[in-house]
């Protein structure tokens, strides 16, 4: 630490801190509300069971625009800190039928203030993420959260924790018959509540404040790796310019990642790997701190940030995401098959691949095209360890790394094609035997889950058909059950007797939804006529078997039709 740097620290009890006469704002860069039923539960045992107070820990406060802004910057404690204000908000709802006056005590010095006219502000501002949001149904004192709707993860999280804590303290309060017992063992919560002890760090310099954050949290046991390097990445910017810069490109890549539904901490580690050094989730602040040096925090955060604009583009693909690389429509093909598979070991490799596009003269279609067909054999039907493959993907993301530096084309080509050489060789080498292919393809099922992928399998089988023009199309196809799952009395069979074969890929079709909506549960020879409508191949092709069969289809003739799917999908579809 510099010679300069002082802080302030104390012990005090909460009601010093954010009951007092100070306002508390939580920045923009901070990582969202994210308090779930293990934190709250918690909490509550603690506060309910323990006759006398106890510690919350420590927070970390940087008061150098207080005298700016009238606010002190909330660095570290601020899931605890609006944890305290919803429950807060709970003790003062749950008030409104027992005191009003209670209820409007708790919400004029708990959660807002009240100036002379009778104005009021709030204690703490959250971030600009859900502040409208946590104002209008917690903070405000006419509001009814029990009622209202969420449009995010962080809002979501608020509703849940409010009505564990109204429950909570109702039943509590409902033990006590009077009215006069329940009000004073709710005046007893918002003692404890306001007797908790915690360590109170004031700095009056925001980097310095950012050493604290690290240094309390050195153990990284309640965050995660995303909340450190944020942190971290803030220290360093030595300029109050570059810091605001870097904020805002945190909260743009947050943005970026937070719409995957992957999280922050593994989406680093992802960048990590395909750029760096293979390691683990554990290791990986240590070793992001170790290597990048103090100049260059800033261009490893530009390509976090580019890197974070790749990564949702490949989970969260749209037709256009790729059209500025030759080839892009096929490529967009083989990202969204890889999304609807759900597994995401090759992302490591592909944000190499889509991070130096530029100088890769080559167009990469082709190993895409191997990955989507290595995961489907290998992770989805076949379900091997996906450590073996991290490494794999990981090794050759960085060699591609290496490969693309510099400044000779020719150079660059030669080294970029043995790369690609050299993964497609390694790749091939962890294919499965076939014989546990076949096995696994048999428990294949299609369920509301497995819907997309099942109808993405069906496709590929349309495609392998015949047509090399396909489109893959969601809107316009659905998935027809030979067999029905709810069979007409016509066919003789229950649900029970078909349960373990109905949902094989054997017995699954495609259709145009008009047709399916036709013949619904129709007995084959009822189906057959529209059957013979559709113009897609591998419903033709069913059809052909069913006149072959005479109509005749049951457990028999699907299983047959599984294995013959099984051995199209390992030679043909997904070869490589």
């Not at 012990?11 to 779930?36: C, T």
């Not at 903070?139 to 009505?163: F, G, T, W």
């Not at 098959?337 to 190499?352: E, I, K, R």
Request: charged share 30%.
């Amino acid at each position: 630490m510099a010679n300069d740097f002082t802080f302030h620290a104390s012990n005090l009890l909460i009601k010093d801190v954010i009951f007092s006469n100070k306002k508390f704002r939580i920045p923009k860069y901070q990582r969202p509300y994210a308090w779930g039923t293990d934190q709250v539960s918690e909490f509550w045992i603690d506060l309910s069971a323990n006759d006398d107070t106890f510690f919350l820990g420590s927070f970390v406060f940087c008061t150098e625009h207080q005298d700016d802004s009238g606010f002190i910057e909330i660095t570290d404690g601020q899931q605890r800190l609006l944890t305290i204000t919803i429950f807060s908000a709970v003790l003062r709802d749950i008030a409104k039928k027992i005191d009003v006056n209670t209820s409007q005590l708790i919400q004029r010095q708990d959660i807002s203030f009240e100036d002379r006219e009778g104005g009021e502000t709030y204690r703490i501002i959250p971030d600009e993420s859900i502040a409208g949001f946590f104002e209008k149904n917690i903070q405000k004192y006419d509001c009814n959260p029990l009622e209202v709707s969420y449009r995010n993860a962080p809002e979501k999280k608020i509703l849940q924790n409010y009505q564990f804590f109204y429950e909570k303290v109702d039943g509590y309060l409902k033990k006590s018959k009077s009215k006069a017992d329940r009000l004073t063992k709710l005046k007893e919560l918002r003692r404890k509540i306001s007797d908790l002890i915690v360590i109170n760090i004031e700095i009056g310099r925001e980097e310095d404040a950012y050493e604290i954050f690290e240094t309390t949290n050195a153990r990284g046991v309640d965050l995660s790796v995303a909340d450190l390097l944020k942190n971290l990445i803030f220290k360093k910017m030595s300029a109050t310019s570059d810091r605001e810069a870097a904020k805002e490109t945190w909260s743009k890549i947050t943005q970026n990642v937070e719409g995957t539904g992957v999280e922050l901490k593994k989406f680093i580690r992802y960048y990590w790997l395909s750029k760096y050094s293979f390691v683990t989730e554990r290791k990986l602040y240590r070793e992001i701190r170790n290597t990048i040096k103090d100049t260059g925090w800033k261009s490893f955060l530009d390509d976090l940030h580019e890197s974070s604009i790749w990564f949702s583009k490949l989970v969260n693909p749209e037709p256009d995401d790729f059209v500025e690389l030759k080839h892009g429509n096929e490529i967009y093909k083989s990202v969204f098959a890889l999304s609807l598979m759900g597994v995401s070991q090759c992302y490591v490799f592909l944000l190499s691949v889509l991070r130096n596009h530029k100088k890769i003269k080559r167009s990469p279609d082709s190993i895409f095209r191997l990955i989507e067909k290595f995961t489907m054999v290998y992770s989805v039907v076949c379900k091997q360890p996906t450590n073996k493959v991290e490494r794999i993907y990981a090794k050759y993301a960085q060699q591609l790394e290496k490969s693309t530096r510099g400044e000779d084309t020719d150079k660059i080509a030669g080294a970029v094609n043995s790369v690609f050489t050299f993964v497609e060789r390694e790749l091939k080498a962890e294919k499965p035997l076939r014989a546990v292919f076949d096995e696994a393809f048999e428990d294949i099922y299609y369920s509301e889950k497995s819907r997309k992928l099942i109808k993405y399998m069906l496709e590929k089988v349309d495609e392998c058909n015949g047509t090399r023009e396909y489109k893959i199309d969601f809107n316009n196809v659905n998935i027809e059950h030979i067999l029905p799952q709810n069979p007409d009395k016509e066919w003789g069979l229950s649900r029970r007797e078909i349960k373990d074969y109905v949902d094989k890929l054997g017995n699954l079709t495609l259709l145009s939804g008009e047709i399916n909506n036709k013949i619904k549960n129709k007995i084959i020879y009822k189906k057959l006529p529209e059957l013979k409508k559709s113009k897609l191949l591998i419903t033709k092709d069913v059809v052909k078997q069913l006149d072959r069969l005479k109509g005749e289809w049951g457990e028999k003739q699907i299983l047959k039709r599984n294995k013959d799917l099984a051995k199209k999908a390992y030679e043909r579809i997904w070869s490589f």
